[in-house]
Nanobody, 126 residues
Framework: VQLQASGGGLVQAGGSVRVSCAAS???????IAWFRQAPGKEREFVAA????????YYAASVKGRFTVSRDNVKQTTYLQMNSLEPEDTAVYYC?????????????????????WGQGTQVTVSS
């Protein structure tokens, strides 16, 4: 599976940005998640979406501000980020896995995902 991330950049606090991740392969077979890693910090879960897009999960820190979606025809996942805060500054990664069975708490576990994008930088200025 090849993943190509795009979007991100520099944005002011309170602003919005969208990052995308295009994938090869049988896209609708994959559960998708977004993680982020800020300098000096561990990688953390941001959001996840099930194979058919019917269910989404969010970290408490982004719920209500971020929206994860997927287009199985375009084979692309999106993370729309609104009301951005300086604390959202990080490299954002998409991650995919074909695992069939997921517990509710599994989506946030980075080690459960096999395929990772190269990451895209989002910097929020105050």
């Amino acid at each position: 599976v090849q993943l190509q991330a795009s979007g991100g950049g520099l944005v002011q606090a309170g602003g919005s940005v969208r990052v995308s991740c295009a994938a090869s392969g049988t896209f609708n077979a994959y559960t998708i998640a977004w993680f982020r890693q800020a300098p000096g910090k561990e990688r953390e879960f941001v959001a996840a979406i099930t194979r058919n897009g019917g269910t989404t999960y969010y970290a408490a820190s982004v719920k209500g501000r971020f929206t994860v979606s997927r287009d199985n025809v375009k084979q692309t996942t999106y993370l729309q980020m609104n009301s951005l805060e300086p604390e959202d500054t990080a490299v954002y990664y998409c991650a995919l896995d074909r695992r069939q069975s997921w517990g509710m708490n599994d989506y946030s576990v980075a080690s459960f995902y096999t395929y990772w994008g190269q990451g895209t930088q989002v910097t929020v200025s105050s």
